[in-house]
């Protein structure tokens, strides 16, 4: 019974922040995302008779703060498949993890694809996509691949992500500048919690739908300046939210600060090049494909930018089988 995925993480153009559910997590408002094809996390997970309990590796790591999470993961799925075995998981990331990138996201995205093969369950895309966001929100987004939509349900049922347009659909690229390795020091389901301490926290979510509409209006355009507009000024909309909440969370560092100005330079010099971000310092840089070398020969030329990796709109969670043990 053992069985190995790879998932994607996912980019939000329009964030996922504040749960109407806790326990569920039913995002506050539906968003916009697209699957990212070179941020992966590839998990493993064998149901084994033998274990007398679970054992959970996250890269290369026995003991984790995610340990926990993901037990509790593995029981959801137990409880589904009527067994009662431990599971061996194992779990790599090809990208810092805990630094705003959605590691999570691809996380339980893989683990939830792994584990309910390994459990032998049959499951539609939209089921594996709930299962997916019990684990960790945005995760369920990183199921159906390419653009995808996360729905904003009322019901664990009506509360899953599925693909609005195919990986294929527009050539753009999502240049990820690592500023820092380093973990933040809140994670983001921490922070979900206190969104609506936030004075603009009612009013944003007022506004979320049509603004849903709109960017995926663009998307089938394919109308590259409106839509970088679009999500630059989401995303500082969405930094407005956790600058404002109670207690504050500041997950920007004096480089990501740099590089927004920077981007907002190049783009006065006729590079049209957008950027957003979520709960962390690292910088995503959207572009047109044509546009790509040019960015990142701007990005070599900083010293705050400690890595570079380059997407495409990727394919979503899909089995492999290159197991990790």
């Not at 691949?145 to 294929?168: C, K, M, R, Y």
């Not at 500041?250 to 100005?261: A, C, D, E, R, S």
Request: glycine fraction near 6%; charged fraction near 25%; include cysteine.
């Amino acid at each position: 019974m053992k069985a190995t995925a790879v998932a994607p993480s996912n980019i939000a153009f329009t964030k996922y922040w504040g749960r109407k559910d806790e326990k569920l997590r039913l995002p506050a408002n539906g968003s916009i995302a697209m699957c990212l094809s070179n941020l992966l996390t590839t998990t493993t997970v064998e149901f084994s008779p033998p274990l007398k309990k679970d054992q959970i590796i996250i890269n290369g790591v026995q003991e984790t703060g995610e340990v926990e999470r993901v037990i509790k993961h593995l029981d959801r799925i137990r409880k589904i498949a009527k067994i009662n075995l431990r599971a061996k998981m194992v779990s790599n990331n090809n990208f810092p993890s805990g630094t705003g990138l959605a590691s999570s996201a691809s996380g339980f995205a893989a683990l939830t694809l792994a584990a309910i093969k390994a459990a032998r369950i049959s499951l539609s895309e939209k089921q594996v996509s709930i299962l997916a966001r019990q684990g960790s929100g945005s995760a369920c987004r990183s199921i159906p691949g390419g653009f995808v939509e996360w729905l904003d349900g009322d019901s664990s049922e009506t509360s899953h992500a599925i693909q609005i347009f195919p990986s294929n659909w527009w050539k753009i690229a999502n240049v990820v500048a690592i500023i820092s390795q380093k973990r933040k020091e809140v994670s983001s389901s921490i922070g979900h919690q206190a969104a609506y301490s936030s004075p603009f926290m009612t009013t944003r979510v007022a506004n979320m739908p049509e603004k849903n509409k709109l960017i995926k209006k663009l998307i089938k355009k394919k109308d590259f300046k409106k839509f970088g507009e679009l999500i630059e000024k989401e995303a500082l909309e969405f930094h407005a939210i956790t600058l404002t909440q109670n207690p504050p969370l500041i997950y920007w560092t004096p480089g990501t600060v740099l590089l927004m100005k920077l981007i907002q330079k190049w783009r006065d010099e006729g590079l049209l090049v957008y950027f957003t971000l979520d709960t962390g310092q690292d910088i995503h840089l959207i572009c047109e494909a044509k546009s790509v070398n040019k960015v990142k020969a701007k990005l070599t030329q900083i010293e705050e930018v400690k890595d570079i990796i380059v997407n495409t709109p990727g394919d979503g969670a899909r089995l492999s089988k290159k197991h990790l043990f």
